[in-house]
Structure formats: structure tokens, C-alpha cells
């Protein structure tokens, strides 16, 4: 199995950048999509960048084109979401997600195994 672990959440003002790490354990990293997602209380969880298992594709929400910046490095089980020009509206706990040999799919209920446990990002005006 895999397990996934996100860092680098925390607090910043509007306009700043943070960058975001997904730490993953277990084999065959590099087999597996990654993406992240996030979600905010009384919201559905959106879907926010996702990297192909052999890393040559990405996609990204609407809502981030342009500012965020999805990558991965397979020596270090370790998937990035680097984060600019941060508005107060991308306030949300960050999750990493893996799934194995898949597509990238924006419907955080289809195809994606594992999770990590979150990590928050706050943005102030």
C-alpha cells in the first residue's frame, strides 16, 4: 500500500506563494497518478492540479491555471504543488491523492486509492 503525507501548509497574505509537498511510502511510486485536491467546510472537495504516472501531462482547475504549478520527483516519492499569487478564496485544508496506473480525473470520488491527511492553507486579505 501507500500512504501519503502533505507538509508546507500555513499562512500567508494575499499575493504570497507557498509550496506545498506530498511525501509518499510504499513501491512503484512512479506507477502512480497524483494529484491534489481541497476542500473547505460545507463544500464538495475540488479539485485543484494532477500529474500523470509518467509525468509528462498535468491539469489543473479552473480556478488556478496560472498560478499553481504541479511536479513530481520519483527519486524522492515526492509530488509539489507550488502555489503563487495566492488569493483569500484558495483557503482550504490541501490533500494528496494517488492512483495507481490511472488517468488524471478531477472526481475525487473516481479511481484515486489513497490519501494523505490534509494540510491547511490559509491566505489573508
Known amino acids: 500500500q501507500v500512504q501519503l503525507v502533505e507538509s508546507g501548509g500555513g499562512l500567508v497574505q494575499a499575493g504570497g506563494s507557498l509550496r506545498l509537498s506530498c511525501a509518499a511510502s510504499g513501491r512503484s511510486f512512479s506507477s502512480y497518478t497524483m494529484a491534489w485536491f481541497r476542500q473547505t467546510p460545507g463544500k464538495e472537495r475540488e479539485f485543484v492540479a494532477g500529474?500523470?504516472?509518467?509525468?509528462?501531462?498535468?491539469k489543473y482547475g479552473d480556478s488556478v491555471k496560472g498560478r499553481f504549478t504541479i511536479s513530481r520527483d520519483n527519486a524522492k516519492n515526492t509530488v509539489y504543488l507550488q502555489m503563487n499569487s495566492l488569493k483569500p478564496e484558495d483557503t482550504a485544508v490541501y490533500y494528496c491523492a494517488a492512483h495507481y496506473l490511472g488517468s488524471i480525473v478531477v472526481v475525487p470520488t473516481t479511481g484515486y486509492e489513497y490519501w494523505g491527511q490534509g494540510t491547511q492553507v490559509t491566505v489573508s486579505s
Open positions: 500529474i500523470n504516472w509518467g509525468g509528462g501531462r498535468t
